[in-house]
């Protein structure tokens, strides 16, 4: 299994979302230890936002873009050769703004390649990377999950949106929310986090103990 992380967050090692997703990552592969980790920190390195020479450039044979597009299309390349390679993708982003981090939608933005990602034919649009598992830890200073503010929630919903549009449709949400709301607040959504982590690598493990009982 190749695992794809990918984080987002400027806060570093203050990052739940950070932190939750690294574990995540790390239980994963402690349950495949044939596992390989591949870690995208946007925060760190984050992939320029489009503008005109990337727009044009993914459009222009290679040998015809000038130097920058050829950058841009290359940082673009990368990213979407880490998505075919992955059988398991990571994503981490705080709640910022009713949405997601800036970088991780500039990350979005260079993945959804037409003709490489997603393609159009007669039925409409078609998604390229499918089969694959997508986890997605969003942290949350306040409750977005239900309660009066739920409908203020863009993020999920938008992910889930342009997930399935490159083929990415089997899609578990880890939430970290209410860590706003004081240290006692912050602790339960640490540990709730925890548990949900702990039960989704438990999902992962059993069909591999079953088949080693089988064999």
């Keep these: 299994m190749s695992i ?15 932190r939750i997703a690294t574990d995540l990552a790390h239980k994963l592969q402690d349950a495949d230890p044939s596992a390989s980790l591949v870690v995208r920190d946007l925060a760190a390195n984050p992939l320029p936002h489009i503008d005109s020479d990337y727009a044009a450039g993914i459009y222009t044979p290679a040998d015809k873009r000038n130097a920058r597009q050829a950058e841009l299309v290359s940082a673009s390349d990368t990213a979407v050769d880490e998505l075919f390679a992955a059988d398991t993708i990571i ?24 003709g490489r990602t997603f393609s159009y034919d007669k039925d409409g649009p078609k998604g390229h990377l499918t089969g694959k598992k997508v986890y997605i830890v969003l942290a949350s200073g306040g409750v977005y999950s239900d309660g009066p503010a739920a409908g203020m929630d863009h993020a999920i919903p938008y992910l889930r949106t342009a997930l399935a549009f490159i083929g ?12 706003g709301m004081g240290p006692e607040a912050t602790d339960s959504a640490l540990k709730k986090a925890t548990a949900r982590v702990t039960s989704l690598v438990s999902a992962v493990r059993s069909p591999h103990l079953a088949t080693a009982v089988a064999a």
């Design 4 to 18: 794809l992380l990918v984080t987002s967050s400027p806060r570093g090692s203050a990052s739940h979302s950070t």
């Design 91 to 114: 994503l981490a982003t705080g709640f910022i703004n009713f949405g997601i981090s800036s970088t991780l939608k500039s990350w979005i933005d260079h993945v959804a390649r037409a």
């Design 168 to 179: 990415l449709t089997d899609v578990e949400i880890i939430r970290v929310e209410g860590v």
